[in-house]
């Protein structure tokens, strides 16, 4: 048994737990059920607990053919939505082994250089939003096991896709403003060259003309504060009725879309009802605080990881949306009179 500095090694686990070396790796290895019994791995767990016995993940790895990385592809870290998605990520990786490196792509989307000399010869898999797509062919993360984030199933690169419920979010936002007696909409959209804002958009022009009187105008603005208080301005002082809404792809063009209404001398949500997507720290730090829609980025992360595991392991991974809610705060009521 080890003594002093002298550093734990699975023979002396195996020794302090009465049981083989073999045994030892399965249970450390999480490879244990069906081979051996609850608790003989109780017994191997708490040895090595008791010695303070580390795995030698390199050596291990090395026998492996795998250096249990994970590569997270990402758009620039803009907001912590993104940060919500690796922690939840991180967090399933390290219970089962793995390590998570976060890669955000520069300017959000487009091409990015190869963080890895061999991006193969390094990683195990990729996770990768669709947002940021265009940097796989770069790092030819395309060529690994890929699990794709908020893309669309039926044109997926990727082994599996892991989706939030964006379409049932925006029906929420649709229905809610609906209910109040909005007719005149303005979508501020996000121009961002992906699935999960083309979706919202399709989902959004559907919705309302389903319903008869209503009219939906579109301004686009990339994803910053001071852009979308530029667009929403021009937007609500372009000719012809004024919307009585602003529906918002994100939390941060809602932000830009307040500014504007400050500056245009618009009450909200006397005047102007605006809603947002995704439920950021800011949603409820601006006032009136924002109607908007909670995406869980952290459950989102857990089940990309989770999807990567099956791939590498082999199994199906599970299937169904992450379901969205709808949070009413006070950036929404009923449209002024006429």
Not at 225 to 230: E, S
Not at 261 to 278: E, F, K, N, Q, Y
Not at 313 to 319: L, N
Request: proline share 7%.
């Amino acid at each position: 048994m080890a003594h002093g500095r002298t550093r734990p090694t699975s023979r002396d686990v195996a020794h302090a737990a009465g049981v083989s070396q073999a045994a030892v790796s399965l249970v450390l290895g999480d490879k244990w059920r069906g081979r051996v019994s609850e608790a003989t791995a109780e017994r191997v767990r708490r040895a090595a607990q008791d010695l303070g016995y580390r795995p030698n993940l390199a050596a291990r790895n090395l026998r492996l053919g795998r250096t249990r990385t994970v590569l997270l592809v990402v758009p620039a870290l803009t907001t912590e939505f993104f940060a919500g998605v690796y922690t939840g990520a991180a967090r399933v990786a390290a219970a089962h082994g793995f390590g998570v490196v976060l890669y955000p792509s520069p300017e959000g989307i487009g091409p990015a250089r190869d963080p890895f000399a061999s991006a193969q010869a390094a990683l195990d898999g990729v996770i990768a939003s669709s947002m940021a797509a265009d940097a796989l062919t770069a790092i030819r993360g395309d060529q690994l096991p890929l699990v794709m984030l908020d893309s669309d199933p039926r044109g997926s690169h990727g082994a599996a896709t892991v989706n939030l419920d964006i379409t049932d979010g925006v029906r929420q936002v649709a229905d809610h403003l609906l209910a109040l007696g909005h007719r005149d909409l303005l979508h501020l959209a996000a121009d961002v060259p992906s699935w999960t804002f083309e979706i919202r958009a399709r989902e959004l022009a559907e919705r309302l003309a389903a319903v008869p009187g209503t009219s939906l105008r579109t301004a686009r603005s990339p994803l910053a504060i001071d852009a979308a208080r530029t667009a929403a301005e021009a937007a609500l002082t372009a000719p012809g009725p004024r919307p009585t809404a602003v529906i918002c792809d994100d939390d941060l063009l809602a932000a830009g879309t307040y500014k504007a209404a400050r500056r245009l001398g618009l009450r909200i949500p006397d005047d102007l009802s605006v809603t947002g997507i995704d439920d950021l720290g800011l949603a409820t730090a601006i006032d009136p605080e924002l109607t908007t829609v909670r995406l869980d980025a952290e459950l989102f992360g857990e089940r990309g990881m989770h999807a990567l595991l099956a791939v590498l392991e082999g199994r199906t991974p599970a299937r169904g949306d992450i379901p969205v809610e709808l949070v009413v705060r006070a950036s929404t009521a009923p449209p002024p009179a006429p």
